[in-house]
Protein backbone atom coordinates (compact mmCIF):
# COMPACT_ATOMS: atom_id res chain seq x y z
CA UNK A 1 0.00 0.00 0.00
CA UNK A 2 1.19 3.86 -0.39
CA UNK A 3 2.78 4.80 2.17
CA UNK A 4 2.57 1.34 4.00
CA UNK A 5 5.84 0.21 3.52
CA UNK A 6 6.49 -2.24 5.50
CA UNK A 7 3.46 -3.64 4.78
CA UNK A 8 4.83 -4.55 0.71
CA UNK A 9 6.12 -8.05 0.05
CA UNK A 10 9.38 -8.27 -0.91
CA UNK A 11 10.94 -5.56 1.32
CA UNK A 12 14.74 -5.59 1.72
CA UNK A 13 15.00 -1.95 3.22
CA UNK A 14 12.57 -1.21 5.58
CA UNK A 15 12.66 2.83 5.19
CA UNK A 16 9.89 3.22 7.29
CA UNK A 17 12.14 2.09 10.47
CA UNK A 18 15.14 4.52 9.17
CA UNK A 19 16.25 7.77 11.36
CA UNK A 20 15.53 11.24 10.39
CA UNK A 21 17.69 14.09 10.47
CA UNK A 22 17.04 18.17 9.91
CA UNK A 23 18.68 19.69 8.08
CA UNK A 24 19.81 23.23 9.88
CA UNK A 25 21.19 25.20 6.64
CA UNK A 26 25.24 24.87 8.02
CA UNK A 27 24.67 21.29 9.99
CA UNK A 28 22.64 18.47 10.20
CA UNK A 29 20.94 17.90 13.57
CA UNK A 30 20.64 13.55 14.43
CA UNK A 31 19.25 11.68 17.49
CA UNK A 32 22.38 9.83 18.81
CA UNK A 33 21.01 7.32 21.50
CA UNK A 34 19.77 9.56 23.78
CA UNK A 35 21.50 12.63 22.98
CA UNK A 36 21.50 15.40 20.01
CA UNK A 37 24.10 14.98 17.65
CA UNK A 38 24.99 17.92 15.14
CA UNK A 39 27.22 16.99 11.92
CA UNK A 40 28.20 20.53 10.06
CA UNK A 41 28.16 20.67 6.18
CA UNK A 42 31.92 20.73 6.04
CA UNK A 43 32.29 17.70 7.81
CA UNK A 44 30.42 15.58 5.32
CA UNK A 45 31.26 14.38 1.54
CA UNK A 46 28.24 14.99 -0.59
CA UNK A 47 27.77 12.34 -3.56
CA UNK A 48 25.31 11.29 -6.40
CA UNK A 49 24.16 8.26 -7.30
CA UNK A 50 22.86 8.36 -11.20
CA UNK A 51 20.91 5.60 -12.93
CA UNK A 52 21.10 6.42 -16.36
CA UNK A 53 17.52 4.92 -18.48
CA UNK A 54 18.41 3.10 -21.24
CA UNK A 55 16.34 1.89 -23.90
CA UNK A 56 16.07 0.96 -27.53
CA UNK A 57 14.00 0.60 -30.58
CA UNK A 58 12.78 -2.58 -31.98
CA UNK A 59 14.75 -3.80 -34.57
CA UNK A 60 13.28 -3.23 -38.20
CA UNK A 61 15.04 -6.31 -39.70
CA UNK A 62 18.03 -8.48 -38.92
CA UNK A 63 20.91 -7.46 -37.68
CA UNK A 64 19.73 -4.28 -37.77
CA UNK A 65 21.56 -2.05 -35.13
CA UNK A 66 19.05 -0.41 -32.52
CA UNK A 67 18.96 3.44 -31.76
CA UNK A 68 18.49 4.75 -28.31
CA UNK A 69 15.18 6.04 -27.70
CA UNK A 70 15.62 9.83 -27.10
CA UNK A 71 12.36 10.73 -26.62
CA UNK A 72 10.77 10.36 -23.31
CA UNK A 73 7.19 9.91 -24.53
CA UNK A 74 8.57 6.44 -25.78
CA UNK A 75 10.52 5.42 -23.09
CA UNK A 76 9.38 3.39 -19.58
CA UNK A 77 12.27 3.91 -17.42
CA UNK A 78 13.09 6.83 -15.06
CA UNK A 79 16.61 8.47 -14.98
CA UNK A 80 17.40 8.33 -11.45
CA UNK A 81 19.56 11.00 -9.27
CA UNK A 82 20.26 10.58 -5.74
CA UNK A 83 22.32 13.36 -3.80
CA UNK A 84 23.19 12.38 -0.29
CA UNK A 85 26.06 13.31 2.36
CA UNK A 86 27.97 10.46 3.93
CA UNK A 87 29.57 11.14 7.07
CA UNK A 88 33.20 10.01 8.41
CA UNK A 89 31.34 7.39 10.47
CA UNK A 90 29.76 5.93 7.23
CA UNK A 91 26.34 7.33 7.53
CA UNK A 92 24.18 8.32 4.60
CA UNK A 93 22.11 11.55 4.42
CA UNK A 94 19.69 11.15 1.56
CA UNK A 95 19.51 15.05 0.67
CA UNK A 96 17.32 14.83 -2.47
CA UNK A 97 16.34 12.32 -5.48
CA UNK A 98 15.13 13.15 -8.92
CA UNK A 99 13.28 10.78 -10.53
CA UNK A 100 12.05 11.17 -13.98
CA UNK A 101 11.76 10.59 -17.57
CA UNK A 102 14.38 12.87 -19.77
CA UNK A 103 15.38 13.20 -23.17
CA UNK A 104 18.90 12.03 -24.03
CA UNK A 105 20.60 15.30 -24.90
CA UNK A 106 19.19 16.69 -21.33
CA UNK A 107 20.62 13.95 -19.28
CA UNK A 108 24.07 15.70 -18.46
CA UNK A 109 22.56 19.46 -18.39
CA UNK A 110 20.05 17.62 -15.21
CA UNK A 111 23.07 16.07 -13.49
CA UNK A 112 25.06 19.89 -14.24
CA UNK A 113 22.31 21.12 -12.35
CA UNK A 114 22.63 19.21 -9.51
CA UNK A 115 26.14 19.53 -9.16
CA UNK A 116 25.78 23.26 -9.09
CA UNK A 117 23.47 23.05 -6.21
CA UNK A 118 25.34 20.44 -4.32
CA UNK A 119 28.76 20.24 -5.36
CA UNK A 120 29.50 16.75 -4.91
CA UNK A 121 32.80 15.28 -4.75
CA UNK A 122 31.74 11.68 -6.62
CA UNK A 123 29.19 11.31 -9.19
CA UNK A 124 28.85 7.39 -9.40
CA UNK A 125 27.43 5.53 -12.79
CA UNK A 126 27.14 2.03 -13.45
CA UNK A 127 29.33 0.78 -16.81
CA UNK A 128 27.01 0.70 -19.25
CA UNK A 129 26.82 1.29 -22.57
CA UNK A 130 25.02 4.75 -22.23
CA UNK A 131 27.13 5.95 -19.15
CA UNK A 132 29.97 5.41 -21.77
CA UNK A 133 28.01 7.51 -24.09
CA UNK A 134 27.11 9.90 -21.50
CA UNK A 135 30.54 10.97 -20.43
CA UNK A 136 31.47 13.15 -23.31
CA UNK A 137 28.32 14.97 -22.26
CA UNK A 138 28.87 14.89 -18.90
CA UNK A 139 32.81 16.41 -19.58
CA UNK A 140 31.13 19.54 -21.64
CA UNK A 141 29.03 20.54 -18.71
CA UNK A 142 30.32 22.71 -16.27
CA UNK A 143 30.63 21.65 -12.77
CA UNK A 144 30.42 17.75 -13.24
CA UNK A 145 33.28 16.36 -11.51
CA UNK A 146 35.02 13.41 -13.35
CA UNK A 147 32.77 10.72 -13.23
CA UNK A 148 33.48 7.33 -11.46
CA UNK A 149 32.32 4.54 -13.70
CA UNK A 150 31.92 1.43 -11.23
CA UNK A 151 31.83 -2.48 -12.90
CA UNK A 152 28.58 -3.18 -11.97
CA UNK A 153 26.89 -3.45 -15.47
CA UNK A 154 26.67 -7.32 -15.83
CA UNK A 155 25.90 -7.93 -11.76
CA UNK A 156 22.25 -8.59 -10.83
CA UNK A 157 19.68 -6.12 -9.46
CA UNK A 158 19.62 -7.78 -5.69
CA UNK A 159 23.14 -7.96 -6.09
CA UNK A 160 23.74 -4.61 -7.03
CA UNK A 161 21.73 -3.59 -4.30
CA UNK A 162 23.14 -5.60 -1.55
CA UNK A 163 25.90 -2.70 -0.16
CA UNK A 164 22.83 -0.46 0.03
CA UNK A 165 20.58 -3.30 1.57
CA UNK A 166 22.98 -4.20 4.51
CA UNK A 167 23.27 -0.37 4.83
CA UNK A 168 19.32 -0.11 4.69
CA UNK A 169 18.98 -2.98 7.62
CA UNK A 170 20.95 -1.07 10.39
CA UNK A 171 18.08 1.28 10.52
CA UNK A 172 20.33 3.74 11.57
CA UNK A 173 22.81 3.83 8.62
CA UNK A 174 20.57 5.85 6.46
CA UNK A 175 18.99 8.82 7.40
CA UNK A 176 15.87 10.83 5.24
CA UNK A 177 14.87 14.26 6.01
CA UNK A 178 12.56 15.79 8.36
CA UNK A 179 9.99 17.90 6.46
CA UNK A 180 10.62 21.43 7.40
CA UNK A 181 8.86 25.10 6.27
CA UNK A 182 9.75 25.64 2.37
CA UNK A 183 10.22 21.72 2.16
CA UNK A 184 8.13 19.31 2.33
CA UNK A 185 10.32 16.77 0.15
CA UNK A 186 7.72 15.19 -1.30
CA UNK A 187 10.42 13.13 -3.35
CA UNK A 188 10.42 10.39 0.09
CA UNK A 189 6.83 8.88 -0.59
CA UNK A 190 7.81 7.98 -4.17
CA UNK A 191 11.44 6.22 -3.28
CA UNK A 192 10.63 5.19 0.33
CA UNK A 193 7.73 2.86 -1.71
CA UNK A 194 10.08 1.43 -4.55
CA UNK A 195 12.60 0.36 -1.69
CA UNK A 196 10.30 -1.32 0.28
CA UNK A 197 8.87 -3.26 -2.77
CA UNK A 198 12.32 -4.10 -4.53
CA UNK A 199 12.97 -7.96 -4.94
CA UNK A 200 15.24 -7.71 -7.84
CA UNK A 201 13.35 -9.96 -9.33
CA UNK A 202 12.32 -8.23 -12.69
CA UNK A 203 10.67 -4.98 -10.63
CA UNK A 204 8.41 -2.65 -13.14
CA UNK A 205 10.88 -0.09 -11.79
CA UNK A 206 13.98 0.16 -9.67
CA UNK A 207 15.69 2.54 -11.08
CA UNK A 208 16.24 4.34 -7.47
CA UNK A 209 16.95 1.26 -5.63
CA UNK A 210 19.77 1.37 -8.70
CA UNK A 211 21.47 4.59 -7.73
CA UNK A 212 21.30 4.08 -4.06
CA UNK A 213 23.07 0.73 -4.54
CA UNK A 214 25.74 2.93 -6.70
CA UNK A 215 26.53 4.90 -3.06
CA UNK A 216 26.19 1.74 -1.49
Request: hydrophobic fraction near 40%; aromatic fraction near 8%.
Amino acid sequence: RHGDWTDLSGNHFFPSAWTKYVNLGDAFRIMDGHRGRVIHHTEVTIMIGVDWALNKKRRRSPGEVPEWVTDERNSSDFNAFIVAALTEDGLLFILDVVNERVKMEDKAPLLAELCRKYVPWIVGVDDDMLAEALVLDCRRQKGIPELRILPIGNKDKLLRATAAIIRGEQNKQIYLPTPIAGNDYAWTEDFCDQLASFTGQQDEHDDMVDALGILG
